[in-house]
């Protein structure tokens, strides 16, 4: 077969293209949005209607023949005999011209398959309920952290259950299987299935970090324990798949990379990202003239978004959830938050040693009360600090907002808090916000080859020399044209610079 510039393959086959096609390219840098997963969008085009298409497709339109609704087809975009994307290839219409064609690649091919997905409608499995503190990921999909909780239970049922106002309850080295035993999954446990869900594998800086693997989401979801089994589905928060890849990325100020190719989903901090040495020269391919914008930030806002369900955070103070910087003016808001943290006793009136603990006024779902199953949460994180220790001494499995145990002592490096030297801002946010607020936007045309599409990453910098001086920048979207007859076209692309 003949090399050409442009070449969908459905399996083995690819479609009849006109000499004159031509494909609108959208390529959008992962680095600079807070509310999408952005990714490469390529716009409709159009291809004859010749009968090797018209089988290839299913016959789209054709009256006689029984159709399937919105078919999908797994295709490969090649380029110059190169595969460069796989994705999603559906017919949009039939017409005189012949049939217009969508492909969706990376995100674009994600995002369909988990359009309103809820997380706990992924296919989870059911695990073994292990009653022993201090486990970990991979060992254990779930921690057994205790938490204060004195709604858990309604009021009214407190004393004919004996609940005493603590789930996972622990005590002489052992769970009080009397008391509610919630399982709160591990947040690897659910990017790994959600990864195994789209067909891709995880890597990046993010999974090197034993610490940010200790990442649980919080439940409300007592399991029975005569069973000891643990129903993953049931532990999971009221949100969608994209709706939680989107708040952990932003809540982390992470770079979310999908490889439709390889089908590896690449998770790096931006913080490292722009530490990086990494660049790729392309002064050669630079256009002579550009367009300059001054930075215009006055500042951020990083909030985030509470749980209604929980009646403590009616009353939260404003450095649990939110953070001004400057003058305050953009507002990253993120759709996950974590629990308050109490030091003293477990509850009012317990005679126990004083201790640390996460605490929620929330209502929770028990099997002991089926008509109380309805009680939802939203995404909510807690760093799982293993076995821990109470004013006594007596050990007990700490889950914690914080960094720090009862003692004062230090449990690690990072705290979902906002504020202070181990907080979301100075540890994950600060550098890029920095670099943000100093960057500007230089706009130029740029010649693209083959070989630059097929290695594009938009964590490298790109290098251009050109008389007004040298920049190192990240590019920002890549506006493209590639024609069949004529090749790559001119690219706009805007750049921040460094």
Request: charged share 20%.
């Amino acid at each position: 077969m003949p090399l050409t510039n442009l070449d969908f393959r459905l399996g083995d086959e690819s479609l009849d293209l006109a000499a004159e096609t031509e494909i609108q390219l959208e390529i959008t840098s992962p680095l600079f949005e807070t509310d999408t997963l952005p990714g490469t969008l390529v716009y409709p085009f159009t291809v004859p209607n010749t009968p090797k298409n018209r089988r290839m497709l299913g016959f789209p339109g054709f009256l006689a023949v029984a159709g399937v609704r919105n078919q999908l087809f797994v295709c490969d975009f090649y380029l110059l005999g190169v595969r460069w994307r796989r994705g999603q290839l559906s017919v949009v219409k039939r017409s005189v011209d012949g049939f217009e064609l969508s492909f969706k690649t990376d995100v674009g091919d994600v995002s369909t398959q988990l359009t309103d997905v809820q997380l706990s409608a992924l296919p989870w499995p059911t695990v073994p309920l292990v009653l022993t503190a201090g486990g970990a990921w991979p060992a254990r999909a779930y921690a057994l952290p205790s938490v204060a909780n004195s709604l858990f239970v309604p009021e009214a049922s407190v004393a004919t259950l004996g609940y005493q106002g603590v789930v996972n309850a622990y005590a002489g080295g052992q769970y009080d299987t009397t008391q509610p035993v919630v399982p709160m999954p591990y947040l690897r446990t659910v990017l790994e299935q959600v990864a195994k869900f789209i067909g891709y594998s995880l890597a990046g800086t993010f999974f090197d970090d034993a610490e940010l693997q200790a990442l649980v989401l919080y439940a409300n979801q007592a399991v029975d324990v005569a069973t000891g089994l643990v129903p993953l589905a049931g532990q999971l928060p009221d949100v969608t798949v994209p709706s939680c890849l989107l708040a952990v990325r932003a809540l982390l100020c992470q770079c979310w990379l999908f490889d439709p190719v390889r089908q590896v989903l690449t998770i790096d901090a931006l913080r490292d990202v722009l530490a990086s040495p990494a660049y790729v020269d392309w002064t050669d391919q630079a256009e002579a003239a550009f367009e300059w914008e001054p930075n215009v930030s006055a500042g951020y806002t990083l909030e985030q978004k509470l749980d209604g369900g929980d009646d403590l955070s009616k009353n939260a103070p404003a450095d649990e959830y939110q953070l001004k910087i400057g003058g305050a003016k953009e507002v990253i808001q993120v759709d996950v938050s974590s629990l308050a943290m109490q030091a003293g006793p477990r509850t009012p009136t317990s005679t126990a040693p004083a201790i640390l603990l996460p605490v929620t006024v929330q209502k929770g779902n028990t099997p002991a009360l089926p008509a109380e199953s309805d009680n939802k949460t939203t995404l909510r994180l807690l760093f799982d600090r293993g076995v821990q220790h109470d004013a006594a001494g007596n050990a007990y499995p700490l889950a914690s907002a914080e960094a720090v145990a009862y003692s004062g002592a230090s449990t690690g490096n990072y705290s979902l808090r906002w504020a202070g030297p181990k907080g979301l801002y100075q540890v994950w946010h600060q550098d890029w916000l920095a670099f943000r607020s100093r960057t500007e936007l230089i706009t130029r045309g740029i010649r693209l080859r083959v070989a630059d599409l097929l290695t594009l990453d938009p964590r490298r910098k790109v290098l251009i020399r050109a008389a007004e001086g040298t920049t190192l920048a990240f590019w920002q979207q890549i506006q493209v044209t590639i024609s069949q007859k004529d090749g790559i076209q001119v690219a706009q692309v805007p750049f921040y610079k460094i």
